[in-house]
């Protein structure tokens, strides 16, 4: 197992150097004067050239590319000229709220795909079929802004059942004491039931946003996955052995037809990461989607380059766990790795 | 026979639904199974024959459904039957093993486990005594370390040690019936002799009653008591499997035996009563050969390393040994083997579409086994070496037309100028090969499996190649088709005074189309001579268990 | 000889080619209507990218406070905005921009993403090395965020929209042309073209390209409606498309603010007429692989 895992951390690694090439490349094609943008807008001409060799521009580009691992190596992404603090202390800060949301959605998404993708599959052409197609096809076609959009306005202010899509508590609420950084969790430990419905309300709308978003691939997916292993030879010799309908579909059809599931994963990770910094603006959501957008309106680039690069190393790790969560359901890719 | 059959099946219709409404693929078949008998179901693809198994089953897909007749089992009425009823009789009266072995295992869950499934499900077990039970069924499989292999994933099995698991899995509940679809298709010919004697001697231990589905005539007549023979899903003939190659009564069943490759047959035989029978004989090949291989090797490095794992400095796998042949001018030679023995590699090599790791091939004189794969495409040679290929669908660029696949070589070699004479070049190659001159303006998709064959042949003869590589030409065809297709590689062998490298694993297609045969083993020649007494008098111990496992049908 | 086998060869003697695959994708389209549809609504949709402007009864960028914030009327049949602008005028000019960003991202990306991926493919060795890392390293960043992070660091212009847009779907383009290509690259005709003495280039031309086409154009019509939303994205956070241009990102930006308060129209045309665009080329890519690749329907 730890052969494995060694095994499958050395594959991202080549990953891991495109990411970090390609970002620091990203803070390099700056139109026009780094430093300047570095510097600010108010910024003189001496105070210019002062960031300029503290930023080390004025060398060369292995150089300064060997600096710029340095710093990322110590944790170091710069500071955020809106805030004043360090990028990595910033976007630390919010993760757990970005985090928290992202998995709701996709727990909520799961919850409902895949036993609809299922049911599609084994009645195929019937309504619950028809359901799924629709489903999946107009879920890729809601912009996710729009969706939030539409959610607020019609259980917030026609409904009147959300509260205000400002963030993730009441202004007058005060957050759980901090464990994971997760209110559902924080509040439940605390055995603070009030803080738990009021962060559930807060986050009811903008999960249900992301889930209606990944609910479209994750259940195309499992349809066509099912449907895939429903005519497999195997399926065939497992029906001609007489088992009972219940093992067939679930240990010979669906554990198999999981295995692509868990693939796509990556795909929707993709995309709900990038789907949270549109909810996360949507819903006022203190996330480091948020973070990056805010600081994108303000011409404040280290925030926005520190969020791409976190991002990015986020979904390796994610990449690698799915991975990981591959090999424990394949024996094949076990025993290749 | 007994008087009440155990399976009985009368008038059995099988309806597909598709999207130009509903197709009959069985029609009012009759076929009854007596206790403790052997029958063996034949017909050529699309003849209906596993459809009819299914039906039995009642394992039909959703398009699927049994329109009229009726199926009866010990008494019981199949047809009647609900679907809890099937299911157990499924897997613990009547079983079933299936063509492509290891798909037919799921591939993520340990073959002991899957053995557990059935015997839990029939209340042949309890969780206490299920393991003993699944290895004791793989032990009656004759699976070597059977309590080892009940922790194997079907992935690390062989192909031959997936088919006894599936055999395992059916038989595991002691059912009254098997039946047996394609058991063989796609197993080498050892390992096909070792699963039906398998089968055989199981089923025969205990009694059982078995259905062979197969479109191998000769195998259905060498393991069967009786054969119902089926064309387009029709039964029309059923007659025990001893006279069936002696006196065949119907027209089709006539077609069929006389197509199927035999001992003691020439190729003329296989066509239907008639057939102009060309000379025999072949064209003296007199001095220097037109192919000398010596010392070929082809080294593949082994498969990759993780990072962690130690570098260990493995030699490299060797499909290819120091191997040498020759071919004379006019001489056909057969390159024989079973899968991965390196026969196709040699074949790829001495086309020039795979460089060597060493050794020199000459052809017509010239050392060409030094010219890069890559640019043997402009070599002055090229022409003169060609090629048919496996699967004629996929041999055929599916957006071009017959004529444009066999004027390829003359546009490219520039052997012949003009349109029109393009045409006329065209058309002349494929009243050669039997090609309707017709359909010549087709595209792949809307020709049949032996019209495809010739167009791929015509295009190997059309720039007048010396020698013409046959790799399996006939191995995706049915035994008909391949009967007319082997007949016509002699004929134009004959016509055209070409030379054939023909690679087979079937030893009776082998004998009929050459003059002189090489057994390959592991990538080494382990046995060579005249095809005449290699087959009569091998010397090798491969030869001649290649020559045991072939079915001897009573003739 | 010939005589003997060829009437059971002649026996199965299909339809002729072009009839066939054209009553194919007729009964696919009579058999789906949707696709018809979806077929339909495109057309409205590049009538109104071509003919906007003067299609529509108001100027799409002149304000009238006066009017503000009107709920749909007969005079503004979408309402208009916080300035007064007429929104139905306003979505409809917006299709030319949305669709022309699309339209040249998937060009752009098809013809890089589809060279790049056959080459790699056909040729495999170092291009595929090359080709495949680019790939994994695109593919490394959640595709929204490389996008935002791209279009920060190149300038906020409509043209590096394009590019982002397409440069996060080079990996989708170049690994299934990959796949495709490598697929033939063994397959007996491209071998019997080798026989033949044809060189690699023309056996990509003859060979490989023609048989890749057709699930390269489904591709094309499933990422115009990820390129559109990609676009539409961007510009909601504030990149690319800067007001008072209309742009249907944009317009749904603006009209965010008033949902709270209840002035629904301001979002909703906009977000609408983007669901819809996303839904047409969606459908006619469903359509279009039922006709290419019946079997990989899902």
Known sequence: ?337 | ?555 | MSATGTPALAADRPRTGVSATLAHAVSVVAGNPVTGFAFALLVGLVACAVLGPSLVPYDPLASDTAAALQAPTLAHPFGTDQLGRDILSRVVVAARLDLAIAVFSVALVFVAGGLAGIMAGFFCGWTDRIVGRLADTIMAFPLFVLAMGIVAALGNTVGNIVLATAIINFPLYARLARAEAAQRRNAGFVLAARLTGNTDLRIVLTGILPNILPIMMVQMSLTMGYAILNAAGLSFIGLGVRPPTPEWGIMVAEGAGFIVSGEWWIALFPGLALMLAVFCFNLIGDGLRDIVDPQRRT
Request: charged share 20%.
């Open chain 1, 1 to 337: 197992m730890l052969r494995t895992l060694l095994d499958r951390l050395a594959t991202t690694l080549p990953a891991l150097a495109g990411v970090v090439v390609v970002s620091f490349l990203l803070t390099r094609v700056l139109p026009g004067d780094t430093a300047a943008y570095f510097a600010g807008p108010a910024a003189t001409p001496q105070a210019i050239a002062q960031i300029r060799s503290e930023l080390g521009l004025d060398r060369p580009l292995p150089e300064q590319f060997a600096r710029y691992v340095a710093d990322l190596a110590r944790g170091d992404l710069g500071r955020s000229l809106t805030t004043g603090q360090p990028v990595t202390a910033d976007l630390g800060a919010r993760l757990p709220a970005s985090a928290e949301l992202t998995l709701f959605g996709l727990a909520l998404a799961l919850l409902v795909a895949i036993p609809l993708g299922v049911a599609a599959a084994l009645r195929q052409g019937s309504l619950v079929d028809h359901a799924c197609r629709v489903v999946a096809t107009a879920g890729v076609s809601l912009p996710v802004f729009f969706t939030g959009l539409l959610l607020v306005y019609a259980f917030y202010f026609v409904l009147g059942w959300a509260p205000a899509p400002l963030g993730r508590l009441d202004a007058f609420a005060s957050p759980p004491p901090t464990r994971t950084g997760f209110f559902l969790l924080d509040s439940l430990i605390a055995g603070d039931l009030e803080t738990f419905r009021a962060s559930l309300a807060q986050i009811v709308l903008p999960g249900l946003t992301l889930a209606i978003f990944a609910l479209a691939p994750i259940a195309r997916i499992t349809r066509a996955a099912m449907l895939a292993v429903l005519a497999a030879d195997f399926m065939r010799t497992a029906r001609a052995a007489g088992l009972s309908s219940r093992r067939v579909v679930v240990t010979y059809g669906l554990r198999n037809a999981l295995l692509p599931v868990v693939t796509t994963l990556g795909m929707v990770f993709s995309f709900l990461l990038g789907a949270n910094v549109l909810v996360e603006k949507v819903f006022a959501w203190p996330g480091v989607g948020s973070y990056a957008v805010e600081a994108l309106i303000a011409s404040d680039f280290a925030p926005v380059q520190g969020f791409v690069l976190a991002m990015a190393l986020l979904y390796t790790v994610l990449n690698l766990g799915i991975d990981l969560a591959y090999g424990l359901i394949d024996p094949r890719v076990r025993a290749a790795a």
């Open chain 2, 1 to 555: 026979m007994t008087a009440i059959p155990l399976l009985d099946i009368r008038d059995l219709t099988v309806e597909f639904a598709t999207r130009r409404g509903p197709v009959r693929a069985v029609r009012q078949v009759d076929v009854t199974v007596g206790k403790g008998e052997t029958v063996g179901i034949v017909g050529e693809s699309g003849s209906g024959k596993s459809v009819t198994s299914y039906a039995v089953m009642r394992i039909l897909d959703r398009a699927g459904r049994i329109a009229g007749g009726e199926v009866s089992f010990s008494g019981i009425d199949l047809r009647a039957a609900g679907e809890r009823q099937m299911r157990d009789l499924r897997g613990r009266e009547i079983s079933m093993i299936f063509q492509n072995p290891r798909a037919a295992l799921n591939p993520i869950r340990k073959v002991g486990h899957q053995i557990e499934d059935v015997l839990r499900q029939h209340a042949e077990a309890g969780s206490g005594d299920a393991k003993a039970k699944a290895v004791a069924a793989l032990e009656q499989v004759k699976i070597a370390r059977a309590a080892e292999r009940y922790h194997a994933y079907p992935f690390e099995l062989s192909g031959g040690m997936c088919q006894r698991v599936v055999i395992a899995l059916a038989l595991a509940c002691r059912p009254q019936l098997l039946i047996a679809d394609e058991p063989t298709t796609g197993l080498d010919v050892t390992t096909q002799k070792a699963v039906m004697d398998l089968v055989t001697s199981l089923t025969r231990e205990r009694g059982m009653a078995t259905v062979l589905i197969t479109h191998d005539l000769g195998l259905a007549a060498t393991y069967c008591d009786r054969i119902a023979v089926m064309e387009q899903g029709r039964v029309v003939e059923t007659a025990p499997a001893a006279t069936i190659f002696r006196t065949p009564a119907h027209v089709y069943t006539r077609k069929l035996v006389q197509a199927t490759p035999r001992p003691g047959v020439s190729l003329r035989d296989l066509l239907p009563d008639g057939a102009p029978t060309a000379a025999a004989g072949r064209a003296e090949g007199a001095g220097a050969p037109l192919l000398a291989v010596s010392g070929l090797v082809k080294e593949y490095p082994r498969a990759k390393v993780g990072l962690t794992r130690p570098r260990a400095a493995e030699a490299p796998f060797r499909a290819v040994d120091s191997l040498s042949l020759s071919v004379d001018r006019g001489e056909s030679v057969g390159l024989v083997g079973e899968s991965g023995c390196g026969k196709s590699t040699t074949s790829t090599m001495v086309m020039r579409l795979l460089d060597p790791t060493g050794g020199s091939i000459v052809f017509a004189g010239e050392e060409i086994g030094g010219v890069p794969a890559a640019r043997f495409a402009r070599h002055p040679l090229r022409p003169r070496i060609q090629m048919v290929f496996q699967d004629p669908t996929e041999s055929l660029n599916p957006r071009w037309t017959a004529a444009r696949a066999i004027a390829d070589p003359l546009l490219r070699f520039r052997t012949v100028r003009g349109t029109d004479a393009i045409r006329a070049r065209c058309e002349e190659l494929a009243r050669l090969v039997g090609l309707p001159v017709d359909l010549l303006d087709r595209f792949p998709h809307q020709l049949s499996g032996g019209q495809k064959a010739r167009v791929g042949i015509a295009r190997a003869i059309a720039p007048s190649p010396d020698l013409v590589i046959l790799d399996e030409p006939t191995a995706a065809l049915d035994v008909s088709v391949q009967a007319v297709v082997l007949n016509l590689l002699a004929d134009l062998k004959q016509a055209l005074g070409m030379s054939y490298l023909f690679v087979s694993h079937d030893l009776q297609v082998v004998r009929m189309l050459c003059d002189r045969v090489i057994v390959m083993q592991a990538g080494r020649i382990v046995e060579e001579g005249p095809t005449a007494a290699v087959l009569e008098a091998p010397r090798a111990d491969y030869t001649r268990a290649l020559l045991a496992a072939i079915p001897h049908p009573p003739v």
